[in-house]
C-alpha cells in the first residue's frame, strides 16, 4: 500500500479512536457522537453501517438493483451471507434481508442487492418504485451460515430459483475473479427467459470461462434454455451427471428447496449440501383465528398458548413482571420489542405488520403466534 | 357545581367517541410529514447547541457570550419540549428508529427516562389533576389546591415556587422520589430514598459535570465565562418549562378532582377529565415550537401520543367539541395564564378554602358510569 492512501487511512482511523473516546462521549453526553455527527451528514456514523444509494437499475421487468457505497464501518461480507437493509418508507422504518450479489473482490468497495418487487412485497416493491439514488439506508453487518468456504472447493454446484440467485451470483463472481479453475455449474430456475436476473452477465461469464457451465430452466413451453420445467433428479442426471462430487449450494423458493433437498437426501449427500431459505412474504393472516397460536417471551424463555387477552395481561399470567403503568395505552412503559408476528391495536382494531417493532403490551392482542423480547 | 356532574352518561360516551375519532384519524394519517418534522428539529436543536456551546467558548466577547446564551438555552428548551418531551410520550414510536424512541431517548436534563415516564406520563397523564394521585399538583412543595390540607410551610408558598421554578430540571429529576414522604411525612425511609436516588444521581452527575465542569474547562483561562454562560442557559430553560407546565394545569378555573373519579372510569370521563385538567395558552408558531406544542395542553391531554406538531390543526374540533357539550375551554394569552397561575400560588399559601372554581367538584362526587369502554387499571 503506498503512502498516499496510507494518510487518509490512518487519519480516519485517528478521527474514529477519537470520536469514540470516552469525553468526546461525555461532550456529547447524552445524545452521543453519533447524534451529532449524522446532522452534518447522514452517512457518518462511530458505529453503524450506513450506505448511499450510488445507482438503480432494472435488470428485468419486476426486479430492481441496488448498488450502495457503505461508509467506513461496513466490514465486509463472504460470498453468500446476507445483510438486513433498513429503509424509511413513508416515515416508517422497515428491514429486510438481501444477499450482496457482488464479487468480494470488487475494487469500488460497493453492494449490490438485487430484489424482486412481489405483488404483496412491500419493501421490495419500494425499493423498485421509489428509493432515489442519493438516498441513504442502514445496513446490518453481514451475517449468515451460507457462505463460500475459505478453502475453495474443488467442484462447485449452483442451484438457484428466481430472486434466490443473488448470493450464488456473488459466489459464481468471486470465483471467477480469482482465477478459480475447478469447474462451476451454474443451474438457474426462472419462469420465463425474460424473468432471469443476471441473463446477460451470466451468458457472457459462461463464453469466457471454460469451467463455467450454465444451465437454465425455463417453464414448461418457453423457450432459451437449456432445460425445462421445474427441478427434477432427471435435469440433474442429464446435465450434472457428477453432481455428488460437487459442492453444492442452493437458494431459492421452498418448493424447490425441498426438491433438491429430497434428492441429496436420497442419495445420502445432504452434508455437502449448502442452503439458504429464501422465503416470500408471509401471506395476510386471516383475523378469524386470531386467538390460535402462542405467545411466546424469547428472553424470560416462556411459551403460553394464546388466549386472546392483550399481551400484558397474557405476560403477566405467565408470570412475568413486564414494566407497566396506566393500562390503557398512554404512558409508554409497557413498551416492548415484538421481533415476529401480528398483533391488533385494541384502541384502533388495526392490525400490525409482521415485522420486528415496538409495541404497547397492554394494547395490543395477538393476531396469531407472536414473538416478544420479555 | 362542575359539568362533570351534569353530563349524562350517554354525553359522555359521545365525546369519547368523537374524540376516538379525532384520534384515530390522525394515527393513521401518520407518516413521512411527522418524520420530516422531528428530525428538522433535532437538527436545529443539534445545530443551535454546537454553535451556542461554540460561542460560549469566545464567552470573553460580550457579544459571543449573549449569542452562545441564546443558543444554548434555545437547544436546551427545544431538546427538552418539543423533542424530549415528545419522543418520550412515544409519538414517534410507529417510526421504529430506535433513537427517537420513548425507550431510548434521553434528553439535556437531570431528570432519567425511567423517572420521567413514571412520574410524567404514567403518574401525571393517568391521573392529571386527581389530588395525591398526580403529583404534579405541587409536586410535593406547593399547595395548588384547596382541597390539599394546608400545612404551615404552605405560607412560603411563593418563595418555594421560585426555588421549584429555579431548580425545576432538578426538581423534575427528584419527583419521583417524593422526598416529602421521607422529609416531611416520615413515610419512607433513608435507605429506600437512598436505593430510589442512585439512577437519578448519576445522570444529575453526568449533567453537571458536563455542564458546570468540562465544558468550562476546555475554555481554560475562560472558565469562569463558560461555566456562568451554562448556568444561565439551564436557568432560561428551568423557569420558561416550568411556567408553561404551571400554566398548563394552574390557572383559577382549572379543576381538580378527588381520587373517587378513578372508580370505573370510562373513557369519556377521563377525557372530560383531562379537557376541564387542563389549559392553553396563546401564540405564534415559535411560541407553539418552544413550549413543546404544550401550549396546547387541552389537545396534549387528550392525545399525549399524538406528535405535537398536530395539535394546533386538531384545536379547533376539540374547541367545537366543548361547545357543543358546554364544557369549558380554557385559554388565554401566556401573560394572562401566568398572572393566573401566580394568583393561585399567593391564595393557597394561607389556609382554609379560598375559591379556584374546581371547588364544587371536590364535594361529594358520585361518579357517573357508563357500561361500555371502562377501563380498569392499577396504580403502581
Ligand atoms: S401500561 Fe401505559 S401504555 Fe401500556
Known amino acids: 500500500m503506498n503512502a498516499t492512501t496510507q494518510t487518509p487511512r490512518r487519519f480516519q482511523q485517528g478521527l474514529q479512536r477519537l470520536l469514540q473516546s470516552r469525553v468526546a462521549g461525555v461532550l456529547s453526553y447524552p445524545h452521543g457522537v453519533d447524534r451529532y455527527l449524522e446532522v452534518l451528514n447522514p452517512l457518518w456514523s462511530t458505529t453503524e453501517v450506513r450506505a448511499r444509494v450510488e445507482k438503480i437499475e432494472h435488470l428485468t421487468a419486476d426486479s430492481v438493483t441496488v448498488t450502495l457505497q457503505p461508509n467506513t464501518n461496513w466490514q465486509g461480507f463472504i460470498p453468500g451471507q446476507f445483510v438486513q437493509l433498513t429503509v424509511s418508507i413513508d416515515g416508517k422504518r422497515h428491514t429486510r434481508c438481501y444477499s450482496p450479489a457482488n464479487s468480494l473482490h470488487r475494487t469500488d468497495g460497493r453492494i449490490e442487492l438485487t430484489a424482486k418487487a412481489h405483488a404483496n412485497g412491500f419493501v421490495s416493491r419500494y425499493l423498485r418504485e421509489q428509493l432515489q439514488e442519493g438516498e441513504v439506508v442502514t445496513l446490518s453487518p453481514a451475517g449468515g451460515e451460507f457462505a463460500l468456504p475459505e478453502q475453495r ?21 468471486t470465483l471467477c475473479d480469482e482465477g478459480y479453475d475447478g469447474e462451476i455449474t451454474f443451474l438457474h430456475y426462472a419462469n420465463r427467459a425474460e424473468d432471469m436476473i443476471y441473463a446477460d452477465e451470466l451468458a457472457d461469464i459462461a463464453t469466457r470461462h471454460n469451467n463455467v457451465t450454465l444451465l437454465r430452466a425455463f417453464g414448461e413451453g418457453e423457450s432459451g434454455g437449456e432445460l ?3 427441478f427434477c433428479s432427471e435435469h440433474l442426471c442429464s446435465s450434472v451427471p457428477d453432481f455428488a462430487q460437487a459442492t453444492t449450494f442452493l437458494c431459492g423458493p421452498p418448493p424447490m428447496m425441498a426438491a433438491v433437498e429430497k434428492v441429496w437426501e436420497e442419495e445420502g449427500l445432504s452434508d455437502r449440501l449448502h442452503k439458504e431459505q429464501f422465503t416470500l412474504a408471509t401471506p395476510q393472516l386471516d ?5 390460535g397460536g402462542e405467545v411466546r417471551f424469547a ?23 413486564p414494566e407497566s403503568g396506566c393500562r390503557m395505552g398512554i404512558c409508554y412503559s409497557c413498551t416492548c420489542k415484538k421481533t415476529a408476528g401480528k398483533v391488533r391495536d385494541l384502541r384502533t382494531g388495526e392490525i400490525s405488520s409482521g415485522d420486528e417493532e415496538d409495541i404497547q403490551l397492554c394494547v395490543s392482542v395477538p393476531v396469531g403466534t407472536v414473538t416478544l423480547d420479555i | 357545581m362542575s359539568i362533570y356532574h351534569t353530563l349524562t352518561p350517554e354525553q359522555f360516551d359521545a365525546i369519547g367517541q368523537e374524540l376516538d375519532a379525532i384520534r384515530n384519524r390522525e394515527i393513521a394519517d401518520l407518516g413521512e410529514k411527522d418524520e420530516k418534522y422531528i428530525r428538522t428539529l433535532i437538527k436545529r436543536q443539534r445545530q443551535l447547541e454546537v454553535a451556542g456551546r461554540g460561542l460560549l467558548m469566545a464567552g470573553f466577547l460580550p457579544p459571543a457570550w449573549l449569542a452562545g446564551v441564546a443558543c444554548l438555552s434555545a437547544s436546551k428548551i427545544l431538546d427538552n419540549m418539543e423533542i424530549g418531551h415528545n419522543v418520550m410520550h412515544g409519538q414517534y414510536d410507529w417510526m421504529g428508529d430506535k433513537n427517537i424512541n420513548s425507550r431510548n431517548f434521553d434528553w439535556d436534563n ?21 389530588l395525591d394521585k398526580d403529583h404534579d399538583i405541587g409536586y410535593g412543595i406547593l399547595r395548588m389546591s384547596d382541597d390539599q390540607e394546608w400545612e404551615p410551610r404552605f405560607v412560603l408558598n411563593p418563595i418555594l415556587a421560585v426555588i421549584l421554578s429555579t431548580f425545576f430540571q432538578h426538581f423534575v429529576a427528584v419527583q419521583s422520589l417524593k422526598l416529602e414522604d421521607y422529609l416531611i411525612y416520615k413515610t419512607k425511609t433513608k435507605e429506600e430514598l437512598k436505593a430510589e436516588f442512585k439512577p437519578t444521581w448519576k445522570k444529575m452527575r453526568k449533567q453537571l459535570f458536563k455542564d458546570y465542569l468540562l465544558f468550562p474547562a476546555l475554555a481554560g483561562p475562560f472558565f469562569p465565562f463558560v461555566f456562568a454562560g451554562n448556568v444561565t442557559a439551564n436557568l432560561a430553560r428551568n423557569l420558561w418549562s416550568s411556567q408553561v407546565i404551571f400554566n398548563g394545569h394552574f390557572p383559577e378555573e382549572v379543576e381538580q378532582f378527588p381520587e373517587s373519579v378513578l372508580e370505573d372510569e370510562s373513557r369519556g370521563h377521563w377525557y372530560v377529565r383531562q379537557m376541564l385538567g387542563s389549559a392553553n395558552f396563546e401564540g405564534g408558531r415559535l411560541m407553539h415550537i418552544m413550549s413543546g406544542n404544550l401550549s396546547f395542553q387541552i389537545e396534549h391531554h387528550l392525545f399525549p401520543d399524538i406528535p ?5 390543526r386538531i384545536s379547533p374540533e376539540v374547541k367545537a367539541i366543548c361547545e357543543k357539550y358546554g364544557l369549558p375551554y380554557n385559554t388565554g394569552s401566556f401573560m ?6 401566580w394568583k393561585r400560588i399567593f ?5 382554609g378554602k379560598r375559591g379556584g372554581k374546581g371547588k364544587g367538584l371536590m364535594a361529594k362526587v358520585i361518579p357517573l358510569k357508563s357500561e361500555s369502554g371502562s377501563t380498569s387499571r392499577q396504580a403502581a
Open chain 2, 347 to 351: 391564595k393557597m399559601s394561607l389556609p
Open chain 1, 287 to 291: 383475523t378469524s383465528d386470531e386467538a
Open chain 1, 228 to 230: 425445462s420445467g421445474l
Open chain 2, 308 to 312: 405535537a406538531h398536530r395539535y394546533a
Open chain 1, 153 to 173: 472447493p474443488e467442484r462447485v454446484l449452483l442451484i438457484s430459483g428466481g430472486s434466490g440467485i443473488t448470493p450464488v451470483m456473488s459466489m459464481l463472481r
Open chain 2, 110 to 130: 437531570t431528570c432519567t427516562n425511567t423517572a420521567w415516564k413514571h412520574t410524567h406520563n404514567f403518574e401525571h397523564h393517568t391521573f392529571t389533576n386527581v
Open chain 1, 299 to 321: 428472553r424470560s424463555e416462556t411459551l403460553v398458548a394464546n388466549n386472546g387477552s392483550n399481551l400484558l395481561e397474557q405476560a403477566e399470567a405467565a408470570g412475568l413482571t
Open chain 2, 336 to 341: 394572562k395564564q401566568s398572572v393566573s397561575v
